[in-house]
């Protein structure tokens, strides 16, 4: 069963907290707008209500953090397992930090719902749904069928 249990990429002595805002540093300095000292402070920080953070950082680090997510592989195989998308996962485990919260924020904003069926796809869709649902009739009668066999009820 071990291989239903995904490992962390982290080290023990790895914080992927800080591990994605130096990520997120790679990225505005190669984007020319370096992070400063107190920008990463600021972002591996808790978040709370006493001390919010400047709203021209707040959306420069949302702008960065799209872009990660829009260039990072869709494909398993090919994400590298330290990635912003693996970061996160892990890091949300942490506590409520600036740049967590951030991240989490940037990829709801981004994860969009499927176009809705319509023709010939919804149809199909629908009578995929009654199939199931008479199939699931049948099954569940063949098994108090059998049931009633094996014991003998009437």
């Not at 107190?38 to 400047?54: F, T």
């Not at 009739?137 to 009820?153: D, M, R």
């Amino acid at each position: 069963m071990s291989w239903l249990i995904k490992r962390s990429p982290f080290r023990p002595d790895e914080d992927p907290v800080e591990h994605m805002v130096n990520l997120l540093s790679d990225a505005a300095t190669k984007a020319g707008t370096p992070l400063s000292d107190l920008d990463r402070k600021i972002l591996n920080e808790e978040s709370s209500a006493l001390g919010p953070m400047p709203d021209d950082l707040r959306q420069r680090v949302k702008k960065l953090i799209a872009q990660m997510f829009e260039t990072e592989p869709w494909d398993e195989m090919e994400r590298s397992p330290k990635d912003l998308g693996n970061s996160l996962e892990w890091a949300g485990d942490s506590g409520s930090r600036n740049i967590v919260v951030l991240a989490e924020e940037v990829a709801s904003e981004i994860a969009r719902p499927s176009v809705p069926l319509h023709g010939w796809g919804l149809v199909m869709d629908k009578l995929q749904l009654v199939g199931c649902g008479i199939l699931l009739i049948v099954l569940i009668a063949a098994v108090i069928a059998g049931v009633q066999a094996l014991f003998g009820w009437k």
